[in-house]
């Protein structure tokens, strides 16, 4: 049976320099995985990328496994402070009122390094701690979770964890293809509108009227429609 990789770091930097050098690991071991695939990136080819020798690179990772775990955090986290700064503007309890703020806040997320976000997804063996990259859509749930139940009297959802697992897994399919088909986020505001009208008419019974970024007011069941 083959072994599982360590993934943990083998030493933690604790000066200015050598920090620096394990930052430069860890940016080369994106471009690497972007430009070739996770197959083909090695160490050596990571060390080289980076400016250092392959010692000092075993000095902090001891496999590519380790690099790629670092790489995941590093991103997830990232991703998590983006959406976190978003949501500070969710004050409102309406449901409409915030669901936008919401999913602005996904989209931007998303826009952290898409390109990066795809290869960790697509093509990182899901093996002991790579199985992290999944680990945003979990702090997702439990951000909708703690949200949504305060408003439940306005779901018409019975079952709310049912919702909430149907929601985060089909909204971020969504974002990241539509972020994958519009590098440039130049339709970001409309993604913004359908989504939002997607998320409020799966949750409420009776959803308001929405404003398009045409600033035409439909009700949002049919402007869901006339997308389809």
Do not use: W
Request: with cysteine.
């Amino acid at each position: 049976m083959r072994a599982i990789p360590v993934t943990s770091p083998r030493r933690r930097p604790r000066q200015a320099r050598a920090q620096a050098t394990v930052e430069a690991i860890v940016k080369a071991t994106a471009r690497v995985l972007i430009e070739e695939g996770y197959d083909r990136a090695s160490t050596n080819r990571i060390a080289q990328a980076a400016g250092v020798s392959i010692g000092s690179l075993y000095q902090y990772f001891p496999s590519k496994e380790a690099l790629v775990a670092a790489l995941v955090e590093e991103h997830l986290s990232k991703m998590t402070r983006v959406l976190s700064q978003a949501l500070e503007g969710a004050k409102s309890p309406s449901l409409p009122d915030n669901a936008s703020v919401m999913v602005a806040g996904l989209v931007s997320a998303y826009r952290v390094d898409p390109r990066l976000h795809h290869v960790l997804c697509q093509e990182v063996p899901k093996i002991g701690e790579l199985r992290k990259i999944y680990e945003f859509e979990e702090r997702l749930a439990t951000l909708a979770r703690s949200y949504l139940r305060g408003l439940q009297h306005t779901i018409r959802h019975t079952d709310l964890d049912r919702a909430i697992f149907l929601l985060v897994h089909a909204i971020p399919s969504v974002i990241r293809a539509a972020v994958d088909a519009d590098p440039e986020g130049n339709d970001d505001a409309r993604l913004v509108d359908d989504v939002t009208d997607m998320v409020l008419c799966y949750l409420m019974v009776d959803p308001p009227a929405h404003r398009s970024t045409n600033g035409q007011t439909a009700p949002m069941a049919s402007a869901v429609a006339a997308t389809v």
